[in-house]
């Protein structure tokens, strides 16, 4: 099968298209034919090599945690799927190895949820890595129609989708954006308001009382995130560990097939949609990575790998 791979840590000029074996199918596992997967910040950043301390890998490896596409055959007991199923996926392994941005994928049952009928192949790939970071988050802050929500970086991939999650939740949600984005961020259900400097007092300007819960999805906001924080607020970060020593949670999205489920059901009941920036061929992925690492693109970067 075609493949992206890297066989050594840097940047994406290592990145080259090559064949690589059809993975197995062993009991529990489902093998699928890819038609989409996106682009995560953390693909480009274990591929530098930041992770390596962190979590194995084997080269050459083939990078994606996020996809769309068709179940190709099931393992011995996988009994949830069969072939011709349209699936999605958070494709996080225990290491580093066979990833999305190849012609198929090998992947454990219970990492799988169902396509949104609603959504493209491109938006569908888009939504588990993002989704489920801020699905996760916002849940384990035990959001609800009593808060009062703060999120930092409302208009990238995580934000966006964790400002329609805590809409659908009943929360009212002010999120951070440059001044070009506000007009995004309010047709997502959400105050917008600038950051920079100032924002905390432009966050107090809009509730008084504080915020009841902030998630921090862009990392080095803490001094904010404490300056608004209500009286037993609570907060947490998806890209700032040192919240930890300030009462709030640092978070690792989940691989949860049952939880992707669950935001597949509010795609198809249209209250959550998934933006997609830009799409590239397979052979390109360098450059969606490139695009990826610029850091100013609204919604997700796309590779589409089949038709």
């Not at 995560?40 to 194995?56: E, F, Q, T």
């Not at 009382?209 to 609570?234: C, Q």
């Amino acid at each position: 099968m075609k493949a992206m791979t890297y066989s050594q840590y840097g940047n994406p000029d290592v990145l080259e298209l090559t064949e690589q074996p059809l993975p197995k199918v062993g009991p529990g596992m489902v093998l699928v034919k890819v038609r989409a997967a996106s682009v995560n910040p953390v693909d480009w950043k274990i591929m530098a090599g930041h992770l390596d301390s962190l979590m194995d890998l084997q080269f050459p490896a083939i990078p994606g945690w996020d996809v769309a596409g068709v179940v190709e055959s099931v393992g011995i007991d996988a009994p949830q799927f069969q072939p011709g199923d349209e699936v999605i996926s958070y494709a996080r392994k225990d290491f580093v190895h066979g990833g999305s941005f190849a012609e198929y994928i090998a992947l454990p049952e219970r990492l799988l949820a169902r396509k949104p009928e609603t959504l493209d192949w491109d938006q569908s790939a888009g939504l588990p890595l993002a989704g489920l970071t801020a699905y996760q988050v916002l849940t384990r802050l035990g959001v609800t129609a009593a808060d009062t929500l703060l999120i930092h970086g409302g208009a990238g991939g995580v934000g966006s989708l964790g400002i329609q999650i805590a809409v659908a939740l009943g929360a009212r949600v002010i999120a951070t954006a440059s001044a070009k984005n506000h007009d995004f961020l309010r047709a997502l259900g959400a105050e917008p308001v600038s950051y920079g400097e100032g924002l905390a007092e432009r966050v107090r300007e809009l509730a008084p009382a504080g915020a009841d819960v902030v998630a921090d999805f862009a990392g080095d906001n803490l001094d904010t995130t404490l300056a608004v924080l209500a009286e037993g607020g609570r907060h947490a970060s998806i890209a700032d560990s040192s919240v930890e020593q300030h009462g709030g949670t640092w978070m690792w999205v989940n691989p949860v097939g049952a939880d992707l489920e669950r935001l597949s059901r509010l795609v198809d009941e249209r209250r959550l949609k998934v933006e997609v920036a830009r799409t590239f061929p397979l052979e390109e992925a360098a450059e969606a990575f490139r695009l990826n690492m610029d850091g100013h693109t609204r919604g997700k970067i796309i590779v589409k790998v089949s038709e």
